[in-house]
């Protein structure tokens, strides 16, 4: 995408998402700054991240992601954008499981994890084949609903764990609905 981009994060502790956002998008627009010799805004607003429940709601969000580039009429399936996740239908990394290093890597050589390698796992499987289920649209309420939890930063899920998540995270102004209550005719 050319003024944002999509990435589906899985924090290890509070603060994690916090922390790395901000490490990455400063990182991004000082470089680019610098390459560029400017001081324009580099990207449309902050960050938005919401809470989703694993498995079939989180398989929703990463189909969502993977077709904005189709949605957006830049290429005719997922896998033809150049930064896509779905690597084609191939996993980018062989073993899909997390390798901790023995020893920190010196610059010279190659990384040892690189950003492929982050990709693959997740904590919901893929439904194979991967790039049949990318490629199929998204029915229009769901994505209604994914873009009103995307804006107004609540739990993406069905009721009861869209309710325990935002009592249990404080974000139960998410999942009212907007506006005052209107009082009772009488």
Known sequence: MTNHFHLELWPRRDGDLQAFMQWAATCHVRRYHKHYKGSVHVWQGRYRSFPIEPGGH????????????????????????????????????????????????????????????????????????????????????????????????????????RKNAARKLGLESTIRPRGRTKKAEG
């Open 58 to 161: 989180l398989l929703s969000v990463l189909r969502y992601v993977e077709r904005n580039p189709v949605r957006a009429g830049m290429v005719a399936k997922a896998q033809d954008w150049l930064y896509s996740g779905s690597g084609g239908g191939q996993a980018p990394f062989p073993s899909g499981k997390l390798r901790r290093p023995e020893k920190e890597p010196d610059p010279g050589e190659p990384d040892p994890f690189p950003l492929a390698h982050w990709l693959v796992e997740g904590p919901t499987p893929r439904p194979q084949p991967w790039l049949r289920f990318v490629n199929r649209e998204e029915e229009a309420e769901q994505l209604a609903k994914l873009r009103e939890c995307v804006n107004r930063g609540s739990p993406f899920s069905d009721d009861p764990w």
